[in-house]
């Protein structure tokens, strides 16, 4: 989606950082806070890709960028490229905690590997890139932290034992943090989205339906039937509230999950 040229580019002379911003959601995001004038930092370990997104944004928005081949639960990597952003550009304003995995499995065949590689990127990536930009946003007195959990954190999915467990721990984690941060005019939100269409959610698709034994493309098809809104969702639609939260006009809203999904939860 390309904004109108009259849209007001709110976040020129910010610093926005988008974990996981290769590809999907984080992509979206990160074009985004490009079109309205932010600086772009790009946190994923595809490095290729990363790189190719951060050069598309700078040539296409004429905006600064940098791409950091970083794993989100790596405690010294994050501060190492916290340490980079900041000799870079000299401050954070914004960042995204977007970098998240999904494993389809069934709770029997659930192995501990799997398990822990769920909850390291889905949670602790949260914690540890949380806790690495706390201190930066308290000196700054000032500053906009994303994290993104799934309405899978606020009802069950079948199979799903370790991706709903994790993002709704990403719920808790958001509104513990918002306490900690918010005498600083720091503020913490989650974002939950519904089913989007990207990347992460046609392996969802090809997970559930092998489980299932259906033909590829059925989970989808009844997925968007269900929803009340009849259509599955769009990136642009959750980069929209994205960029709320991260705006001035989200300026006293603190510790909130916001479900962007259609009405898939009324159901």
Same mark, same amino acid.
């Given at each position: 989606?390309?904004?109108?040229?009259?849209?007001?580019? &709110?976040?020129?002379?910010?610093?926005?950082?988008?974990?996981?911003?290769?590809?999907?959601?984080?992509?979206?995001?990160?074009?985004?806070?490009?079109?309205?004038?932010?600086?772009?930092?790009?946190?994923?370990?595809?490095?290729?890709?990363?790189?190719?997104?951060?050069? &598309?944004?700078?040539?296409?928005?004429?905006?600064?960028?940098?791409?950091?081949? $970083?794993?989100?639960?790596?405690?010294?990597?994050?501060? $190492?490229?916290?340490?980079?952003?900041?000799?870079?550009?000299?401050?954070?304003?914004?960042?995204?905690?977007?970098?998240?995995?999904?494993?389809?499995?069934?709770?029997?065949?659930?192995?501990?590997?799997?398990?822990?590689?769920?909850?390291?990127?889905?949670?602790?990536?949260?914690?540890?890139?949380?806790?690495?930009?706390?201190?930066?946003?308290?000196?700054? &007195?000032?500053?906009?932290?994303?994290?993104?959990?799934?309405?899978? +954190?606020?009802?069950?999915?079948?199979?799903?034992?370790?991706?709903?467990?994790?993002?709704?721990?990403?719920?808790?984690?958001?509104?513990?943090?918002?306490?900690?941060?918010?005498?600083?005019?720091?503020?913490?939100?989650?974002?939950?989205?519904?089913?989007?269409?990207?990347?992460?959610?046609?392996?969802?698709?090809?997970?559930?339906? $092998?489980?299932?034994?259906?033909?590829? +493309?059925?989970?989808?098809?009844?997925?968007?039937?269900?929803?009340?809104?009849?259509?599955?969702?769009?990136?642009?639609?959750?980069?929209?509230?994205?960029?709320?939260?991260?705006?001035?006009?989200?300026?006293?809203?603190?510790?909130?999950?916001?479900?962007?999904?259609?009405?898939?939860?009324?159901?």
């Amino acid at each position: 989606m390309q904004l109108p040229e009259h849209y007001p580019h &709110r976040f020129t002379g910010q610093v926005a950082v988008i974990t996981g911003g290769a590809q999907g959601l984080g992509e979206g995001f990160a074009r985004r806070f490009a079109q309205e004038g932010a600086c772009v930092v790009i946190i994923d370990l595809q490095c290729d890709k990363c790189e190719q997104v951060a050069a &598309r944004l700078h040539d296409e928005f004429c905006v600064q960028t940098l791409a950091i081949d $970083a794993s989100v639960s790596d405690r010294d990597a994050i501060k $190492a490229a916290v340490g980079h952003i900041l000799d870079e550009f000299g401050r954070i304003d914004i960042w995204v905690n977007n970098a998240g995995v999904y494993r389809g499995t069934a709770i029997e065949n659930l192995t501990m590997e799997e398990w822990a590689f769920m909850l390291d990127v889905n949670y602790t990536g949260v914690f540890v890139c949380t806790q690495a930009i706390a201190p930066v946003m308290k000196r700054q &007195r000032k500053g906009r932290i994303i994290n993104m959990s799934s309405i899978a +954190g606020r009802t069950g999915f079948k199979n799903s034992v370790a991706y709903c467990s994790t993002k709704a721990a990403v719920i808790g984690l958001t509104r513990a943090s918002a306490m900690d941060l918010a005498a600083y005019n720091v503020t913490v939100n989650a974002v939950c989205p519904g089913t989007i269409l990207t990347d992460m959610v046609l392996q969802v698709d090809h997970d559930i339906c $092998a489980n299932e034994g259906w033909p590829p +493309g059925t989970h989808l098809k009844n997925k968007a039937e269900s929803i009340p809104m009849k259509r599955l969702g769009t990136i642009e639609e959750v980069a929209g509230v994205v960029a709320f939260l991260a705006s001035d006009d989200a300026a006293f809203v603190t510790g909130q999950a916001i479900e962007v999904d259609g009405g898939e939860l009324l159901v």
